[in-house]
């Protein structure tokens, strides 16, 4: 059972099946408004002609657009990603996430400068559905990374205004395609740690790297389980000064827990790490070991594959999401649902008779309307 | 990303979102047919009263009603189903699974006779969506477990006919309820251990056993992973003879392993035993472990809580289920469906944009319908 405080809207959450109401920047949307005003109304070829020259000010308006819960941004949206697709692929999707306490803003920053001091661009995204709770903290304050913010090869956007897991993974997604567009060939997806986003990102990454701290116990508590067997490569983190040792035995424990799972869909062991971001160590390691990662994966053709499978995934997860969104949004269901709920925890109904009976008021009301 | 062999079909599969035709046992429709000829036809009173009264052979015809695709056979196997729920619940459901030759059969009759001869009695069901492919070797061989097939205080009944991971799950689950209202207070589901049946094994039983091999290496290909941190205990089987050591070694080493995990969801530490069913060594420590879990859980309200939880996460997954093959079966999305996914695949349309146009498809022909 995924859904743990047993909640119907979590559970719904969980699935990415319920869109909370809009909750849009009154800010975004007034500089929206007034540079149309100001300017002429750009349209879809525009933005992706911006997008193409490394104009960075038309990537974030246009992402701004994509991110949008306005019906009258979706149409524009939609066509600026479609524009954009044949120019997306080219790049090495990175997800980053971690315990609470892992560091991961810091680890973000060193390993992102290591990385564009490659020659590398580099774009850093987000996913955080909570942000609504917490106030978009995970990158929405650029002074958390001062050195990667005024990096010219780096590009940090602030996480997309809460909604459900589905809407803002979706938009996350969606931005990675205009990001590669704009030729970035590295994009980091942050997600929070905890919860279903894990998920998301997994879905949405080429590799994935999961960010522990040595001795963590208690900081374990929020992290999801199963996350461990997602991960491609995990990282000890703060491995410095006195606590080097003790990230170095954890290093070794999580190792011997690895090679306890069942291997690696892609046939390349998990590897772990220890790094400090402080003193900037360890972070070669794990480019290599993801440069090697991408390099034999695309060599047996499971690069590829799992891309495809994550095309797949996304349209068809769309579906679902949006069916039940109309199953659930039917006037009939939220008459009969919560009783019909508490007949089933009451041993009063099986859970499928009254599933069964759920669905018939649906479709019989569908059919009339 | 869950489905790795990228067909369609798979992925529907594991979402149990596609049911295939109906395999029905022709025998068993002809006994049905024959018992109806030769006797009165029996209602659901006369199946509740003959499964409370202990009596097997209605207890087994119920079943293999629930178990039908038949239409006919529907209306009465709920009505049976909804008559028995009052008087189910009364039991430990213990999901058992483990990797291929971790010798789940002897363990479940060694471990099935140690719990009859304590006075329990003991109903053994099986879930195995891939029966159609291995002819139903699960449990359709009592031979397997000659001892327990003779105890009159057991109860085996073989893998329902192959279907939809969700169409097993389904008859799996109502077979709990007919069991329980038979008295039997202790249920084992046992499962295959690959594929997803395990979750959905998981989200029917109160407590999940998972079957290992010290130093099983290759074996461990076939399970799934994430599979471990579902265990509510693991045991190490086969510790007999030369194996004892080594079973002891991977007890220690998963014992580690679990310990680097995020805290169960009970509250409870998840135990790492070893095991011998040939020497019938380890039983007692195992039934120990889920004795303690039962009561502990019980008095944390953990127990009563995840049943609730259960018994909500089968509505619903249910009703998703039946809305996703109520898309899928739709002759206009039938006609579109593999054309758009090509689509999204060499990325000439947006997941979203693609999901966005099969809905609006779908939808429209509802309406019109």
Known sequence: MEHQDGTFRSYLEEKGGVEKPPVVDPNAVARFKSRKRKQK????????????????????????????????????????????????????RIGITGVPGAGKSTFIESFGKYITQKKHSLAVLAIDPSSERTKGSILGDKTRMVELSVDENAYIRPSPSAGSLGGVARKTRESIILCEAAGFDVIFVETVGVGQSETAVHSMVDFFLLLMLAGAGDELQGIKRGIMEMADSISITKADGSNIDKAKVARSEYQTALSLFPPHPSGVTQKVTVCSALEKRGLSEIWKIIEEYVSTTKHAGFFEEKRNQQAKYWMYESIHEQLQRNFYSSPKIQKHLAATEQKVIQQQKSSFVAAQELLDIYFQYKEKS
Chains 1, 2 share one sequence.
């Open 41 to 92: 109304v750009l349209t879809a070829k525009d933005y992706v002609q911006g997008i193409r020259s490394g104009n960075r000010t038309l990537l974030s308006q246009a992402i701004t657009i994509v991110e949008s819960n306005l019906q009258e941004h979706y149409e524009l949206a939609q066509e600026i990603i479609t524009e954009c697709l044949p120019f997306s692929g080219n790049s090495i």
